[in-house]
DNA sequence: AAGTTTTACTTGTAAATACAAGTTATTTTC
DNA sequence: GAAAATAACTTGTATTTACAAGTAAAACTT
């Protein structure tokens, strides 16, 4: 029996889990419904059900103990890809706000550019822009964004203030993140940085290039973040 | 036919290919025998040898391409679980030195220590060193690293001398680091870090704080780190 | 009552089979 | 010769079946 939307059993059983997971229907530490159950609950068999829960496991959001079951992990908030831990306190989703500082609008591609670029990405231009992100009104990140113009049908006219870039890309262009390339290093505050993120001259500000792969081939997404971690660390998992 | 080993079979092989692809058996770029050819090899069935090419794909090391074959990935030399990446030209392997600064031995753990401690860890004391690591005579690490004193058999007598620890924890007490969590800040240079480093007082440096788990579920590797990132960036994926 | 054994349930491993879907090289047709 | 159709590959999805191995609770024994 073939879904009709065509998209994969796997992969849908995995979306509603995953789903569940993020809105709270299992907590951290719940025990997931066992492989039997869900067999019988979503109507297909063990290891369909277990590609599922091996993809889950995988991005981290269960941890599967032989003999007991799957267990629900807890993820840390994320920004983006990001994610910040508060040294003192949690975050809270609704305290994050994204202020535009320079509205995307398409550029040639820089000389030099941080990421090698393939012919398709050079002839395509890119959509730049450079947004701030604060985290209760205190400037967390300096963002600057980099996309090649393939396939974003009036993209520079979107409604990007408080909004998550990647949200966008998903809702509106189906375009997901599947992974990337980063390379971090301890700089000193530049003018305009130590600017945007409130600290002095010099000051020592965290900075990532990434470059972003996609679920379309060809398209990859570029960012240079700078970063105050005077109050909050960046957290990953690896 | 079961192996005599008892370990599983699909472990096996993507142990095999593992080892090819870092030896260079198969090079970036190049294609995996197919997944019909791998099982007359190896004399398993598709089911099986899927399975390991998902966990080799899970792990980055090939790529699959539905209709094509799997692709082998270039995977960015390791420090650790760490990667460098030159800004200038690439790093071989035999340029990374470390150099003990504080012999491994045993101490109670420190109050407030970064992360939470389970009560097994407190009781059994930690395992305390402080190493240098130069990529071409040039210092680019300073590293504290914390162990639970869990069925560590003398490894405080150990030879760390440009060694890996993580080398020696596989080989020796067949530990293996399976992924963990992190936090990175950019923080100012101390007087001691700076002094190890070759950087002036209140230079940026990088500061990882990391929690490692292994495949011994109870057993976790921590580490305190810093980073001179005036020359490399650290390099990751995600 | 306390410890031991058994049982039931969990996930892990593995085979055999079938067809779908994407890629590439070959063959055919014009 | 060049374009189009075909064939022969590749990986992707899915079912069915069987047993192994780890966990936890129930039943049993002492």
Aim: charged share 25%; aromatic share 8%; hydrophobic share 35%.
């Amino acid at each position: 029996m073939v879904s009709l939307k065509s998209i994969p059993q796997h992969k849908r059983l995995y979306e509603i889990l995953r789903r569940h997971i993020s809105e709270g229907v299992y907590k951290e530490g719940d025990l997931l419904p066992s492989e039997n159950e869900l067999c019988q609950l979503y109507g297909m068999t063990r290891p369909t059900v277990r590609q599922s829960l091996a993809t889950l496991a995988n991005d981290g959001y269960i941890i599967k103990h032989q003999g007991k079951g799957s267990i629900v992990h807890h993820l840390p908030r994320e920004i983006g890809i990001l994610s910040v831990s508060g040294t003192t306190s949690a975050v809270g989703d609704r305290k994050l706000k994204t202020r535009i500082i320079v509205k995307p609008h398409i550029i040639p591609w820089e000389e030099n550019f941080m990421f090698a670029l393939s012919g398709l990405e050079k002839e395509s231009g890119c959509i730049y822009m450079e947004r701030l992100r604060l985290l209760d009104d205190v400037p967390i990140f300096y963002d600057i964004s980099y996309i090649a113009n393939i396939n974003l049908p009036r993209i520079t006219s979107r409604q990007f203030e408080n909004r998550s870039l990647f949200r966008i890309l998903r809702d509106h262009y189906h375009i997901e993140i599947k992974g990337g390339e980063q390379r971090i290093k301890a700089i000193p505050a530049s003018e305009k940085i130590s600017r945007f993120l409130h600290l002095k001259r010099g000051q020592p500000v965290l900075h990532l290039e990434r470059k972003m792969e996609t679920n379309n081939p060809g398209l990859f997404l570029y960012s240079s973040i700078f970063c105050n971690t005077e109050k909050y660390s960046i957290f990953g998992r690896f």
